[in-house]
């Protein structure tokens, strides 16, 4: 029986060297496949660490900087309504420390590059915000000596005039440095993130380039290099894409940051979703201060303002009841006079912390400034709210305050109540509240007095 398969040197030539120069060619094309692919992986890793290396890290300090310049923007504007001296001096010393902080993000930016104008300016901002702080402060340092003195005669009164129109203008000052201030750090965010979109273009246009060439040199190996483009667009493109995208989502909310492998990327992941993560926390941090007073947690007047118009709206809309007490600490002033103002800030404390456990959970209570409290009780009637400031004023006159020193210091509070009338709004209902308030006053103080 004859072979069907021949020997190979029985085989023509030219069928062997065509075999032979397939396999030869099939062979170069799996080299330069793999070649391909390995110059591709490399390239992307380097250009994955320059991302890691540069262009995040310039993007976290813009960022740092954009929350330290509006944090320190919020201080220096609430230096002006400072009401106690340890009041300004912790601002003064929340403003230094951010003002040091961005000073740490600027040097951080500088090593990386950022521009060197735009940092000049920023700087120039920075310094002119801080001595526009220390102005306000050295105004309300003034302002509160001069409230303190008993005797105030005409020249007094003029010079706490001249005092709030300083105080007004530099306010006006500081909130046209503030926004700025603001368009530099944006527009140096708005860099690093332009500069982060063009090395990631650049890294993905490597990676495609690299994909193309494996395509051209091996259509034979088109399954290999399916598989290699697959594997690049899911390990490194789309992740890069899912960080921007993070980046780009991360002020609307709350964002998951990919996380998948042991790479730069990795590490760009862990980072980011670190910086979000620091982000959301200031934000909640300026967003209580900007809600509360610094010295006794209350909600301060502003917000206080707010919540109280959204409540009496509705108590109208649908005809509930509803109530204010306010009260005023007797004798603060002999208070800070004898005791200095330490003692004074311990006082309007200890009254925020006994005016909050008298009231419910649905109530609100503020500081009004200097030793002034409120507290809105919705659906009450003026028995009940009457009851609540009997049951604030004894449990102050009933609980002294017990100093540093070891001494006991007995506080007393006047009090006026309203119950909100058909038609009125909070300036009326807040008016009459004061005047019953006053009465309690005239009345010898340490009692309840109803408004008429």
């Not at 609430?78 to 951010?98: F, K």
């Not at 007004?168 to 201030?181: A, F, K, P, W």
């Not at 509803?322 to 800030?345: E, P, R, T, Y």
């Not at 009004?368 to 009851?387: C, D, H, K, S």
């Amino acid at each position: 029986m004859p072979r069907l398969i021949p020997k190979p040197e029985e085989m023509p030539s030219s069928i062997f060297r065509y075999l032979v120069a397939r396999a030869v060619v099939v062979l170069v094309l799996m080299a330069l496949v793999a070649a391909a692919a390995v110059l591709g992986l490399l390239q992307a890793r380097q250009d994955n660490a320059v991302l890691a290396e540069l262009h995040l890290p310039r993007f976290r300090a813009a960022v740092y900087l954009s929350m330290d310049a509006n944090a320190a923007a919020a201080l220096s504007v609430r230096m002006s309504t400072a009401a106690s001296q340890a009041e300004r001096r912790t601002l003064l010393d929340r403003l230094a420390e951010r003002h040091q902080a961005m000073e740490d993000h600027i040097a951080a930016m500088v090593d990386v590059g950022a521009d060197a104008e735009s940092i000049t300016a920023v700087r120039r901002l920075r310094d002119s915000l801080m001595d526009g702080a220390i102005a306000l402060s050295a105004i309300a340092q003034e302002e509160i000596a001069l409230r303190a003195m008993d005797h105030k005669d005409a020249a007094l009164l003029t010079r706490l005039g001249e005092l709030e129109q300083r105080r007004r203008n530099l306010v006006l000052r500081q909130q046209d440095l503030s926004s700025e201030l603001a368009g530099f750090v944006t527009a140096l965010a708005t860099e690093a993130g332009h500069r982060f979109d063009a090395q990631r273009d650049l890294a993905s246009h490597t990676q495609l380039k690299a994909v193309a060439v494996v395509v051209a040199c091996a259509l034979a190996a088109m399954a290999a290099v399916a598989w290699m483009y697959v594997g690049l667009r899911r390990h490194v493109v789309d992740r890069i894409l899912s960080l921007r995208v993070a980046m780009l989502n991360w002020r609307g909310g709350a964002v998951e940051v990919p996380r998948d492998g042991n790479d730069e990327i990795t590490q760009m992941s862990d980072t980011l979703a670190e910086l979000i993560g620091a982000v959301e926390r200031r934000n909640q941090e300026l967003e209580v201060m900007a809600s509360t007073d610094v010295l006794t947690g209350l909600l301060n007047r502003r917000r206080f303002a707010e919540r109280a118009d959204e409540e009496i709206r509705r108590a109208q809309r649908y005809g509930a009841p509803l109530s204010l007490v306010v009260g005023d600490i007797d004798h603060f002033k002999a208070v800070n006079d004898g005791w200095g103002h330490d003692v004074g800030d311990l006082a309007l404390q200890h009254v925020a912390a006994i005016w909050c456990g008298q009231l419910r959970d649905v109530d609100l209570s503020a500081r009004m400034g200097g030793e002034e409290f409120v507290a809105l009780l919705p659906e009450t009637e003026t028995t009940p709210a009457q009851l609540a400031a009997e049951r604030m004023r004894t449990m102050i006159a009933d609980l002294p305050l017990t100093t540093p020193g070891g001494s006991v210091l007995t506080l007393t509070i006047s009090l006026g109540v309203a119950t909100l009338l058909p038609g009125e709004s909070l300036a009326d209902l807040m008016r009459r509240a004061d005047q019953a308030m006053y009465q309690a006053k005239s009345a010898g103080r340490n009692v309840v007095r109803l408004a008429s």
